[in-house]
């Protein structure tokens, strides 16, 4: 399948091709409190309907990062986009949240909790899948009176929790080894997601995201936890050093 990636660069964030189907992705030192991001993705100026990917798929690629802790974020795979607000600024596509369906290759750092169950891990590297009803985006809108209640930590654990019976997640701790170039593996079908490193399955699962998904691959230093006490905390991490994500050998094909 062919794949047209554009680019998404922040703050310094930097987007460089290298050979064999591949991209470095980097952040410059930055400031705590600065948004840094490198990314590219196949869905930017798509309505979610028209997103380019549904199953069967294969996704198949060679990563490494600079170091195997790093602040923020990075990974690759596939998702629905859940959480943009971008209106249409840079000539995003107009999105309204949705509930999250994903399954992708994720790394979180320690100052994160990404996860709206209590029984999985919210932070480091790991392969996870969410699938939550596809709920028309609207429906975000009559969240918003409900916001300042986020940041009340007795009524946040009861939303997190409703959160949390709509949205089905599965996840799977990975390694520190993603320093070296390894081959990472996703096979995403209609009622089943298997993960795969070096042609080895460390993750299978019959939870699988619904809908049209696009693909993205990215590194920033930003952090988000919402955890079991109702915690909620947001903002950008300082990055000391340059810090980046290379990949090569992208394929995606049906499978």
Same mark, same amino acid.
């Given at each position: %399948? #062919?794949?047209?990636?554009?680019?998404?660069?922040?703050?310094?964030?930097?987007?460089?091709?290298? +050979?064999?189907?591949?991209?470095? %992705? &980097?952040?410059?030192?930055?400031?705590?409190?600065?948004?840094?991001?490198?990314?590219? +993705?196949?869905?930017?100026?798509?309505?979610?309907?028209?997103?380019? *990917?549904?199953?069967?798929?294969?996704?198949?690629?060679?990563?490494?990062?600079?170091?195997?802790?790093?602040? $923020?974020?990075?990974?690759?795979?596939?998702?629905? +986009?859940?959480?943009?607000?971008?209106?249409?600024?840079?000539? %995003?596509?107009?999105?309204?949240?949705?509930?999250?369906?994903?399954?992708?290759?994720?790394?979180?750092?320690?100052?994160? *909790?990404?996860?709206?169950?209590? +029984?999985?891990? !919210?932070?480091?590297? *790991?392969?996870?899948?969410?699938?939550?009803?596809?709920?028309?985006?609207?429906?975000?809108?009559?969240?918003?009176?409900?916001?300042?209640?986020?940041?009340?930590?007795?009524?946040? #654990?009861?939303?997190?929790?409703?959160?949390?019976?709509?949205?089905?997640?599965?996840?799977?701790?990975?390694?520190?080894?993603?320093?070296?170039?390894?081959?990472?593996? /996703?096979?995403?079908?209609?009622?089943?997601?298997?993960?795969?490193?070096?042609?080895?399955?460390?993750?299978?699962?019959?939870?699988?995201?619904?809908?049209?998904? !696009?693909?993205?691959?990215?590194?920033?230093?930003?952090?988000?936890?919402?955890?079991?006490? $109702?915690? /909620?905390?947001?903002?950008? /991490?300082?990055? &000391?050093?340059?810090?980046?994500?290379?990949?090569?050998?992208?394929?995606? &094909?049906?499978?």
């Amino acid at each position: %399948m #062919r794949i047209k990636l554009e680019k998404r660069q922040v703050n310094g964030g930097r987007v460089t091709p290298l +050979d064999k189907a591949g991209y470095r %992705m &980097s952040l410059p030192e930055l400031p705590a409190g600065q948004y840094g991001l490198s990314q590219v +993705d196949d869905y930017a100026h798509l309505p979610r309907w028209r997103f380019p *990917h549904q199953p069967p798929l294969r996704l198949r690629l060679e990563a490494r990062v600079s170091a195997n802790v790093l602040p $923020g974020t990075w990974g690759f795979g596939l998702w629905n +986009d859940p959480f943009s607000f971008g209106f249409g600024g840079g000539g %995003m596509a107009r999105l309204l949240p949705v509930l999250p369906n994903a399954a992708w290759f994720f790394y979180g750092s320690q100052h994160n *909790h990404l996860t709206l169950a209590d +029984d999985q891990p !919210g932070a480091g590297f *790991h392969a996870k899948v969410f699938r939550s009803p596809r709920l028309p985006s609207i429906f975000s809108l009559l969240a918003v009176p409900g916001l300042p209640f986020l940041f009340w930590p007795r009524t946040a #654990r009861l939303l997190r929790k409703c959160a949390g019976q709509l949205t089905k997640e599965t996840t799977t701790l990975l390694p520190e080894f993603a320093e070296t170039w390894q081959l990472y593996e /996703l096979l995403w079908k209609r009622n089943q997601v298997v993960f795969s490193i070096n042609h080895e399955v460390v993750l299978e699962t019959n939870i699988s995201p619904q809908g049209r998904l !696009g693909l993205v691959i990215w590194i920033d230093n930003q952090y988000f936890r919402f955890d079991p006490e $109702g915690k /909620l905390g947001f903002g950008f /991490l300082s990055v &000391s050093t340059e810090q980046w994500l290379e990949i090569r050998g992208l394929i995606v &094909s049906p499978d």
